[in-house]
């Protein structure tokens, strides 16, 4: 399987296409990125147009079980962080 772009390489095609700097382009992926995990931490939720929607969703405690021993064991509620992707993405690679 092949390999996705470095930060490095992400941030020289953004400045490429943007006509800024690369330094530029990495503050605003930072804002962005800053923007993203507050928003989901706060509301549950932050939509990134045209590419997905990042949740915050709680998952209940459950019984599991272990592989190696194959012992029933509890597993403690929590919460995770899930992104659906979106409608316009997956028409756009599939």
Known sequence: ??????????????AEKTGKTR?????MLEAIANLAYS???????????GLGKLLKKHRDARMGRNP????SIKIAAKTV??????????DAIL
């Open 1 to 14: 399987m092949a390999k996705g772009m470095t930060k490095s390489e992400t941030l020289n095609a953004l």
């Open 23 to 27: 330094k530029e382009v990495g503050e």
């Open 39 to 49: 928003e989901a931490k706060n509301n549950g939720e932050f939509t990134i147009p």
């Open 68 to 71: 190696a021993t194959g012992e």
């Open 81 to 90: 962080v899930k992104f659906r992707v979106a409608k316009a993405a997956k």
